[in-house]
T-cell receptor, first 114, second 109 residues
């Protein structure tokens, strides 16, 4: 059964720093991997989606990489801002395409200190 | 605007009571999903439906029931058999990428 692990569970850094969030998964047979952002008491917002054939995706200050063979993904946030404070969740789609749902990690709770 | 609407935002359940969480989407998506989120935990799949009048159990379906009579609607009932219902419930639609509602927080009175 696929398991997704996110490290660290929590992170607090001063504003302006670059940071890396880590995600690992046990079964490399995935269709794609997504990074989500969740604000307190809210639903999930998709940040980046990396197909299994891709190595990375970029959106603004965010860059996500994928190494499928080693079962790892990283989310790089450049020049962090207080507005980046949130919980970041990693989710993988099984190789069948995800019709039966995603498998999520427990998330990294990020605090950016002004 | 297109999106997913979950209601109510907060819900309280009394002992022995069934409660129903609403999920409506106007995105014309065939697939819909219910996830449960506990504090400090990731999302776990309760039920999913790929088409009207059809649904399947997810990883933690015990104590829950669903229906899919309309494409737009996928209500979740938390039955009295669910002994630990306190959690944040999220509804999603579409296979890829999934779109999420803003959730319903269920607590015990």
């Amino acid at each position: 059964k696929q398991e997704v692990t996110q490290i660290p569970a929590a992170l607090s850094v001063p504003e302006g720093e670059n940071l890396v969030l880590n995600c690992s998964f046990t079964d490399s047979a995935i269709y794609n991997l997504q990074w989500f952002r969740q604000d307190p008491g809210k639903g999930l917002t998709s940040l980046l989606l990396i197909q299994s054939s891709q190595r990375e995706q970029t959106s603004g200050r965010l860059n996500a990489s994928l190494d499928k063979s080693s079962g790892r993904s990283t989310l790089y946030i450049a020049a962090s801002q207080p507005g980046d404070s949130a919980t970041y969740l990693c989710a993988v789609t099984p190789s069948g395409g995800g019709a039966d749902g995603l498998t999520f990690g427990k998330g990294t709770h990020l605090i950016i200190q002004p | 605007d297109g999106g997913i609407t979950q209601s109510p935002k907060y819900l309280f359940r009394k002992e022995g009571q069934n409660v129903t969480l609403s999920c409506e989407q106007n995105l014309n998506h065939d697939a819909m999903y219910w996830y449960r989120q506990d504090p400090g935990q990731g999302l776990r799949l309760i039920y999913y439906s790929q088409i009207v009048n059809d649904f399947q159990k997810g990883d933690i379906a015990e104590g829950y029931s669903v229906s899919r009579e309309k494409k737009e609607s996928f209500p979740l009932t938390v039955t009295s058999a669910q002994k630990n219902p306190t959690a944040f419930y999220l509804c999603a639609s579409n296979i890829q990428p999934q779109h999420f509602g803003d959730g319903t927080r269920l607590s015990i009175l």
